[in-house]
């Protein structure tokens, strides 16, 4: 297959990504924030049926992954969701705004997992106020992405194997418990019905948030300039990924409703911390607590690194200032956009709390799944001179159609996550603006 070509003069993106690392990459992107963080807030919304929310999620998921799959194989550039949008449509103005409303999902997840820092877990050994540690982490992290992506996703592996280790932890518990007769099965089957809109809205809702803990694999397509051989190697990954993380997702969810009443989870953003406390196994509480930290860490290590990437594709692509994609020819990293999405961090971890910005984040890329999964079918007729997958057609129609459903306003979603997603988008429109009135006066000179 033939790569992208830069242009003259620019330092091209190191291929380091093989098979393997990307696996673990898209896995460890999945798993985090939104199981550790927030499983509690989704128990609180569909109560004892736990499980549900994000068995629905992962068919959700895997469809949108299948369009995501046909492509990231068919164009393997940078800039994921920007790209197939610019190609389908030919809007300028539509393209910008999928694209910031892309890396604005990864900001808003990124900053959930900083503040899950600061919660729960960490208080398990001292108090710092959350918000405080959120940004000192969210510092660390850009540090860590400014010194290459060889490095980052090798640190990824490590923050992924513990991270696993802990959901393997509650399994255990969970099955120890089925074994001793522990735990309320019948939890299992109760669906909240006490709030407005009953049965529905809480299947709904509930599964509007629980799909935060889902998303993570879109970000792996910004990675496919520094993938060997991506029409091969991801297809493989990206279902894969889905697959084992969506297993996972459900047993810690059976094993979490099992073991602890939904209102209790609900008032914890460390959720998975009452599971072991109440699990009948002598494992260390403050030992699972850092191994949550870990795991919201990897979060936030890879929504970061995505939203730089993501920068980076389109200043490439001309859809904002060429001076965004800058890469430092030492590190051969995009320095500008590690500045950049750093600093949009830093803004929402100070006006943000953890349930708010994941359910942003889950309204966000809900909307830019519906808009992939249309783009898939228009593309259709535009071939390309190397092999790629290629989705049965139900299936986005499919993905689109379940998509627009979570994002629409059915699933009862406080006011405050539409509200911060349009002050953001508002953001994206005042640049696109700026960006048309920069390139407008440009151009005669050119």
Request: proline share 5%; charged share 15%.
């Amino acid at each position: 297959m033939t790569s992208p070509t830069p242009e003259v003069g620019q330092v091209p993106l190191k291929r380091a990504i093989g098979p393997k690392l990307l696996l673990l990459f898209i896995v460890g992107d999945i798993l985090g924030t939104g199981v550790y963080a927030l499983t509690g807030k989704v128990a609180g919304k569909v109560g004892g049926a736990l499980w549900i929310p994000f068995l629905v999620g992962f068919v959700i998921a895997a469809l949108t992954a299948m369009s995501y799959v046909e492509l990231v194989t068919k164009y393997p550039r940078a800039a994921g969701a920007a790209l197939y949008t610019q190609r389908a449509f030919r809007t300028p103005f539509l393209t910008f705004m999928v694209a910031f409303t892309v890396m604005c999902s990864g900001l808003t997840s990124a900053s959930a997992a900083a503040r899950a820092i600061g919660g729960d877990y960490l208080k398990t050994f001292v108090t710092v106020p959350g918000v405080i540690v959120g940004i000192v982490f969210i510092v660390a992290i850009a540090l860590l992405n400014y010194r290459g992506v060889s490095e980052s996703v090798k640190t990824n592996i490590v923050f992924t194997i513990i991270e696993l280790t802990g959901l393997l932890v509650i399994i255990v518990i969970g099955v120890y418990a089925v074994a001793t007769g522990a735990g309320e099965p019948a939890r299992l089957t109760e669906i909240r019905a006490d709030q407005e809109g009953g049965l529905f809205l809480a299947l709904l809702g509930s599964t509007a948030l629980a799909f935060f803990a889902f998303v993570g694999f879109e970000d792996s397509v910004n990675m496919a300039e520094e993938t060997r051989d991506p029409s091969r190697n991801f297809p493989r990954a990206i279902f894969l990924g889905v697959a084992i993380t969506s297993m996972i997702y459900i047993l810690v969810a059976v094993t979490s409703s099992l073991l602890v009443d939904h209102r209790v989870l609900e008032k914890s953003s460390g959720p998975l911390l009452e599971v072991v406390k109440a699990g009948g196994i002598s494992f260390p509480p403050q030992l699972f607590a850092v191994i949550a930290m870990f795991a919201v860490a990897n979060s936030a290590l890879i929504n970061m690194m995505m939203a730089s990437r993501l920068v980076y594709g389109l200043a490439n692509e001309r859809v904002v200032p060429r001076a965004l994609g800058r890469v430092d020819p030492r590190r051969r990293t995009p320095v500008v956009g590690i500045i950049f999405t750093t600093a949009l961090a830093i803004a929402l971890i100070s006006t943000g709390d953890i349930a708010g910005l994941g359910d942003t984040t889950a309204f966000l890329l809900l909307c830019v799944f519906t808009i992939v999964n249309v783009a898939v079918l228009v593309l259709r007729k535009d071939t390309v001179d190397h092999a790629h997958y290629r989705a049965p057609t139900i299936l986005p129609v499919l993905g689109a159609v379940l998509a627009f459903v979570l994002a629409s306003p059915l699933t009862g979603r406080p006011a405050e996550v539409y509200i911060r997603a349009g002050v953001l988008l508002g953001i994206g429109l005042l640049l696109w603006v700026v960006n048309w009135l920069v390139t407008r006066r440009q151009a005669p000179a050119e």
